[in-house]
């Protein structure tokens, strides 16, 4: 009887991951081999899970503690987990950065979840490609990797050989993607279950807040900012923006997008969503009343824009978020 496929995943160590994420993420895996070896009528591979690290002082690439002989199965799936402090810096990537890229360029999976996307980030595989990482992180990874295309709004981006995850719980979807790869979607669908956990195809957005930037240094642009928080953006007509901020209204717009990184329009829209989004779920005010109280006269229309911002229909988000 041929020797079942061991598929080696490693989590990657690094200093300051979150533990909690690598050990949920050892037991997930764990679970998903279990109901695997329950079902007969699959041939399915057995996922064998590491912690990874490198010991600088030594120069030796450890797993479980133990130095790793030459001749050992590297992963064949590397993990970078959450952080819980600041994400790594370049120089504190820099140990890890080669050994991810030899992986990688041998076949491997490069995987991160969110802080982890810094790590990953500093091995240059990212150029052009779609990442995502927390949604509060993204000021910061866009000004460190400008060449990558960063997509908050999903909570897992699974583009073939490099794989990232948002929120620092997002660890559960990534482990729920990569069982329905290896072990198939019926093993995952029973560790989902099992666990308790919505299987994967949430977004990011469901759940992040807008965050303006504020601190872009141009003070015509930030008081028009100040004046739409105060006002709930309900008057965003051009002439008046642009008057806000004493600017020529072509001028206006383009110093706008260059400060915020958005038009004024969207801007707006997303102030007024942000205030939708509380009173659904601190209130119980009808759907139609609350667009018509953040500045919408027409009822389909925010609920149009609101799904667009946020992935959800408004009683989509009550019936999810609502704190009654």
């Known amino acids: 009887m041929p020797k079942q496929l061991e598929i080696e995943i490693g989590l ?36 064998k899970v590491g912690q990874w690290r490198i010991d600088e002082a030594k120069g030796l690439l450890v797993r479980d503690n133990s130095p790793v002989n030459v001749h050992e199965e590297l992963p064949m799936v590397a ?7 600041d994400p790594l810096t370049r120089e504190e990537a820099a140990p890890f950065t080669a050994w991810l890229v030899e992986r990688h360029r041998a076949g491997a999976i490069i995987a991160s979840v969110c802080g982890g996307a810094f790590l990953l980030g500093e091995t240059g595989l990212l150029a052009g490609r779609s990442v995502t990482t927390h949604w509060a992180l993204a000021d910061a990874f866009g000004e460190r990797f400008p060449n990558v295309a960063l997509d908050i709004d999903r909570l897992l981006i699974d583009d073939g050989d490099i794989l990232s995850a948002g929120g620092m719980m997002a660890w559960t979807d990534l482990g729920l993607k990569l069982v329905d790869r290896f072990l198939g979607p019926a093993v995952m669908g029973d560790t989902a279950r099992f666990l308790l956990v919505d ?70 829209q997303r102030l007024r969503i942000g205030k939708a989004r509380e009173m659904l779920q601190f209130g119980s005010m009808a759907v139609d009343a609350i667009a018509w109280d953040v500045g919408y006269s027409d009822p389909g229309a925010f609920r149009k824009i609101f799904c667009r911002v946020t992935g959800l229909t408004p009683g989509e988000y009550r019936r999810r978020f609502g704190a009654g």
């Open 12 to 47: 990657v160590a690094f200093p300051g991951a979150q533990l909690a994420a690598i050990h949920g993420l050892i037991d997930l895996f764990g679970i998903a081999n279990r109901f695997a070896a329950e079902r007969t009528d699959l041939n399915s591979p057995v996922l």
């Open 79 to 85: 993990i970078l987990p959450p952080c819980l402090g």
């Open 199 to 268: 299987p994967p195809g949430r977004e990011q957005r469901y759940y992040s807040t807008f965050v303006p930037k504020l601190t872009h240094g141009d003070a015509a642009v930030l008081k028009v900012q100040h004046w739409l928080q105060a006002t709930g953006a309900k008057d965003m007509t051009l002439a008046v923006l642009a008057n806000q901020a004493g600017l020529e209204e072509r001028t206006f717009l383009r110093r706008f997008r260059k400060a915020t990184g958005m038009t004024a329009i969207d801007y707006c």
